[in-house]
Every structure is written in structure tokens, then in C-alpha cells.
């Protein structure tokens, strides 16, 4: 065997196997399994040859050298392919693969120009909580209503311009966002030079990257305008007028219905001890709850006054549970309320009277002892409602 060939080839074969693997930054199991036992026939044909006596008068070393020159080719071929494969995509390939890298560019800068510009027409504020939720970037609308000089705020810097009072539930909403609760409404109060201002904030979590972030947006509850806040609620509800005309309807049809008189006792008292615009968001919430409960029906709740609202009940089991509710003084009645740090349970005096096809009393004269019974549920200390005739 020629002794320069043999070591060539061995040296060949140590060296294509490193270089593959240093290129392509991958380590092949079979070239390594071949180059380990390449080596190991090399250290027992050289040192321990006596191991090999068996094999009696077969000439190992020259098949030896005939499996070295397989192994050299097979891994030049393999090597050369790789290059090759390499040298193609370079050649054929890489004007096309700019123009898609372009045009994954331009796609990707035309969406982030139209959600820039998406943010610009929005009335209200957009945040974006960090993974962690100890930072968040605020929108151009949310700066101005806190005046502040940088988009980019640390939680604790934003929890400076929060209400003290509201600072505790705000927190306690931000850390319960889950994938099981990916969604919240909040209302807190913003600090605005020294005085505050009343904001709602809708928010939702998402995941990216298996990471999870949050994003919420931020609308200034301006009490006077009403088509603009939740207190549409409260003020877009019919009149007495649209009860009148509801009753009417409902009596021609020959249907059999309750008249509740709501009012809502305590709401003076709110009003005098957080305000006004506390009050009216509180008498927001409570509707709701009404209106879920047991007047799901258009033209079924009515303002009579301020804190003095009619509902009108049509199906008996809805009326069984406000009955219920009423005798055991349950929170379907009397509903405990958070706005921001303020927690109030607003309870009403309610009276009732029912609407029965066969009835001759005329529409005033039935309101106005809807009314009766109401003040007589506000005048009686030991409990806040009174049915007509029951």
C-alpha cells in the first residue's frame, strides 16, 4: 500500500467531515458513525494487528485500502452536492428570493402605516401593556388627557396619575387578566393638572411568540355627552310619556303585566359624598342590572325622574324572581356597585302594582297608585317595598 495514499486518505476523510460540519452547522450521526470506525480499523491494523491473525492469510490491508477510497468518495460526492446545491440557489434563486424579501418589506411597512394611521382617527386612547405589565406605551389621546411629556411609562409612573382611591382595584383588574379571563371594562379616575376626570378602559389580552400581552383602550367619560359614554344608558330610556303610550299598547292586547316603581333611594347620598358624575355612573350600572334581570324587552324600563324609574314586567317568572329578591333582600335588588375604588351598594324603594286584562281603571289614575305604593314603601321602616293590593 502506498504509505502517502494511505495517510492521504485518511486525512482527507478526518478533514471532509469537520468541514461539513463547521459549513452546514450540522452534525451527521452516519458521517460520524464511518469516520469513528474508520479510525478505529486504522489504530488496530497499525498497532494491534495481531487481533486480526484470525483472518489468516486475507490480505485486510489492501481491502482496507479499498474501503478508504469508497469512504473518501462517498464523502466528497456527498460534500460536493451540498456546495452545489448551495451554488444553485445563489444562481437561479437569489434575485427571486430579494424580490420576496421586498415585498414581505413593503407589506409589513404598509400595515404598520395604516394601523399608525388607524390610531390618528380614533377618538379614543389605545395602551399597550409589556409582556410583564411592568411598562406601557400610551397612544396621543391617552397623553392628553394626562398631559404627560413621553409615550413610554413604567406601571409605576402611570399609577401616579391614577385616583388615589381607585389605584388598589385597578391594579387587582391588570393582574387577573388570564387566558381563562382575557377580557375587562374598568372605570377609574385620571389626573389632569390637580383635578381628575373620569376614563373607561376596555382591555383584552393576546399572545404572540408564546408570550402575552395586553391591549386596551381608553375613552374620557365626558358626562354631557351622552351619545359618546355608557350614561346613554340612563338618559336615551323613554319618558313617562312613552310609559303612558306602553301601557296603552299593552292594555289593548289584553295582556296582564307588573308596573314597578323604582327609586333609587341612596343615590343622593353618593352624590353628595363623590359627586355627581359618581352618582350618574353608579345609576348606569344599576340599569344595567335591572335590564338583564327583568326587562330585557324594548320599552320596558322608564326615567320618571332623576333617581325614579318605572319598569314594566311582563313574564310571571320574572316577576317571581323580583319578588323573591325583594323578600329576601338579596344583591339582585340591592347591587353592589365598584366604580374605580368606590364601592356602594345601591338599593332602591320600589312600589307594585298589577295590570289585569279585566281592569277598568284608567292609565293615570294606575300610575299614580304605582306611585302611591312607592311612597308608602319609602315611609315603611321595615321594608323597602309595597305591592298594590297585596
Known amino acids: 500500500m502506498d504509505i502517502f495514499l494511505y495517510y492521504t486518505s485518511i486525512g482527507m476523510i ?15 450521526i452516519l458521517k460520524l458513525l464511518v469516520t469513528i470506525l474508520t479510525l478505529f480499523l486504522v489504530v488496530v491494523i497499525q498497532f494491534f494487528s495481531n487481533l486480526l491473525s484470525f483472518l489468516g492469510n486475507i490480505n485486510y490491508e489492501l481491502y482496507f485500502q479499498y474501503y478508504l477510497y469508497v469512504v473518501l468518495i462517498v464523502l466528497a460526492v456527498s460534500f460536493k452536492n451540498k456546495i452545489k446545491i448551495t451554488q444553485n440557489l445563489t444562481d437561479y434563486d437569489f434575485f427571486e428570493l430579494e424580490k420576496d424579501l421586498e415585498n414581505t418589506k413593503d407589506i409589513s ?34 397623553i392628553k388627557i394626562i398631559k404627560s411629556d413621553k409615550a413610554q411609562l413604567t406601571m409605576e409612573e402611570y399609577m401616579n396619575f391614577i385616583h388615589p382611591e381607585d389605584k388598589t382595584s385597578y391594579i387587582q383588574v391588570i393582574r387577573k387578566i388570564s387566558k381563562k379571563i382575557p377580557e375587562f371594562t374598568q372605570k377609574y379616575r385620571l389626573k389632569i393638572g390637580s383635578s381628575y376626570t373620569w ?11 408564546n408570550n402575552d400581552f395586553i391591549i386596551s383602550v381608553i375613552k374620557k367619560l365626558d358626562l354631557k355627552l351622552f351619545p359618546e359614554t355608557s350614561i346613554q344608558i340612563v338618559d336615551s ?44 355612573l353608579m ?57 374605580g375604588g368606590i364601592v356602594q351598594i345601591v338599593y332602591p ?7 289585569d286584562p279585566w281592569q277598568n281603571i284608567d292609565i293615570s289614575e294606575f300610575i299614580s297608585l ?21
Open 109 to 142: 411597512e404598509l400595515l404598520r402605516k395604516r394601523f399608525i394611521n388607524t390610531i390618528s382617527l380614533l377618538n379614543d386612547g389605545l395602551v399597550f401593556y409589556e409582556e410583564d405589565r411592568n411598562g406601557l406605551f400610551l397612544t396621543e389621546e391617552v
Open 370 to 390: 304605582s306611585n302611591k305604593a312607592l311612597e308608602e314603601a319609602i315611609r315603611n321602616n321595615k321594608q323597602n317595598y309595597s305591592i298594590f293590593g297585596g
Open 237 to 280: 330610556l323613554p319618558n313617562e310619556d312613552d310609559l303612558t303610550n306602553q301601557i296603552s299598547y299593552l292594555r289593548k292586547d289584553k295582556k296582564t303585566f307588573y308596573l314597578a316603581m323604582m327609586h333609587l333611594t341612596n343615590v343622593p347620598d353618593i352624590n353628595k359624598r363623590f359627586g355627581r358624575d359618581v352618582g350618574n
Open 349 to 355: 324603594n320600589i312600589g307594585i302594582i298589577k295590570n
Open 14 to 28: 478526518i478533514l471532509l467531515f469537520l468541514l461539513s460540519t463547521i459549513l452546514y452547522k450540522k452534525l451527521s
Open 199 to 209: 376614563i373607561e378602559e376596555k382591555g383584552k389580552m393576546f399572545s404572540h411568540s
Open 283 to 339: 345609576i348606569a350600572e344599576y340599569i344595567k342590572q335591572m335590564r338583564f334581570h327583568f326587562a330585557r324587552e324594548n320599552n320596558t324600563i322608564f326615567r320618571i325622574t332623576g333617581i325614579q324609574f318605572a319598569v314594566i314586567i311582563e313574564d310571571e317568572q320574572r316577576y317571581a324572581n323580583l319578588h323573591r329578591a325583594l323578600v329576601s333582600g338579596g344583591d339582585l335588588i340591592n347591587v353592589r356597585i365598584n366604580i
